[in-house]
């Protein structure tokens, strides 16, 4: 088989399946056997790659990367499922729904009752043994896939993806953290005292730290539309808001973190998430919609494996839109 074959067959399974785990993620009605499918069309489209060629590399890698999503999909679901269902604290809701994994951050960023936090927060962290041991196999039969079909493990294919060795990830790693450990606990006992008169507790979590210490200005964004805000932006920057659609409607099942799929490169992009705050409503979508202005941005005519696949500092760069706003 010709490897532009090939191309053909994995890239026309990408869309398929990224527009049914679009839906899925939205909290909309989906269907997982389509999901499961498409799956097992793109293993066998990238065993017949790995069988055939080595080159070029990008889809060399991009091969063992979709081998290891695709042959855990089942997992991945089943911890969705989970997730939604069973890490639920019946004590509390949020509107008409229980407080679960999915709707966490909503309820963080409104409820002020610390013990009620607390309840939830430990709840969670109890519940966590269900979420465990699925996580545990889906990592395991990742790092299996690696070694078997690529002679190496996730880390190594992530390094050679970013064009850096492993020496320089530590060096930066580390350098980070000693850096601004000292500083982040400092600052952070100084703001817990400034707005809530006593240290941080473990349950205090970042959504609800982080909404609290924004709230002064929360009343400004809130007199704006982050949708209506961002596409004026992009307007203004050359870019076609036609190609990027917005979900922000607040659904039982739907994501908790906002979140871009890119469902057919570069002519539908998606954008999903669910308001939070004022502020970070605003900051998450500014923050997907760089990764929207990477899609839309490219040469639809490049091959399958240059157009879909992308080095994350590359996309992470265009995010700095949501920092700068």
């Known amino acids: 088989m010709k490897i532009d074959n090939i191309r053909n067959i994995l890239e026309n399974a990408h869309i398929i399946q990224n ?4 839906y899925q993620f939205a909290g909309l009605k989906y269907n997982p056997a389509i999901i499961q499918e498409i799956s097992k069309l793109k293993i066998q489209g990238c065993r017949l790659f790995l069988k055939s060629f080595d080159t070029p590399r990008e889809l060399f890698l991009s091969s063992i990367e979709s081998l290891a999503e695709d042959k855990t999909k089942s997992l991945e679901r089943e ?7 069973k890490l639920v604290d019946k004590r509390y809701r949020i509107d008409d729904n229980y407080v679960n994994w999915s709707n966490w951050r909503q309820f963080n960023a409104i409820e002020t009752n610390h013990n009620y936090r607390k309840n939830v927060f430990d709840c969670f962290i109890e519940k966590t043994e269900l979420i465990k041991p699925v996580i545990e196999k889906r990592f395991n039969k990742i790092r299996n896939i690696y070694e ?6 996730p880390l190594h294919g992530y390094l050679e993806s970013e064009g850096v060795s492993y020496y320089k990830l530590k060096e930066f790693v580390e350098n980070l953290a000693n850096s601004t450990s ?3 606990n400092e600052r952070l006992v100084a703001l817990s005292n400034k707005i809530f008169d006593r240290n941080p507790e473990y349950y205090d979590d970042f959504y609800y730290f982080r909404n609290r210490v924004f709230k002064d200005i929360s009343d400004e ?3 704006a539309n982050p949708i209506s805000t961002i596409i004026k932006t992009l307007r203004d920057l050359g870019m076609n808001v036609k190609k990027i659609s917005f979900d922000s409607e607040d659904r039982k099942n739907k994501y908790p973190s906002p979140i871009c799929f890119f469902i057919h490169i ?3 992009i998606r954008i999903l998430y669910r308001e939070e705050s004022p502020y970070f409503d605003f900051q998450g979508c500014f923050h997907e919609s760089g990764h929207a202005m990477h899609a839309t941005s490219i040469d639809p005519s490049l091959e399958y494996e240059k157009n879909t ?4 500092e590359l996309t992470k760069s265009f995010n ?3 920092k700068t706003n």
């Open 320 to 322: 700095l839109l949501g």
């Open 182 to 184: 000292k500083l982040f």
């Open 19 to 22: 527009e049914e785990t679009y």
């Open 79 to 85: 911890l969705h499922e989970i997730r939604n269902k």
């Open 266 to 268: 570069p002519s539908d």
């Open 309 to 312: 696949i992308f080095q994350w």
């Open 221 to 223: 964004f809130a007199k």
């Open 148 to 153: 078997y079909d690529g002679r190496m493990n």
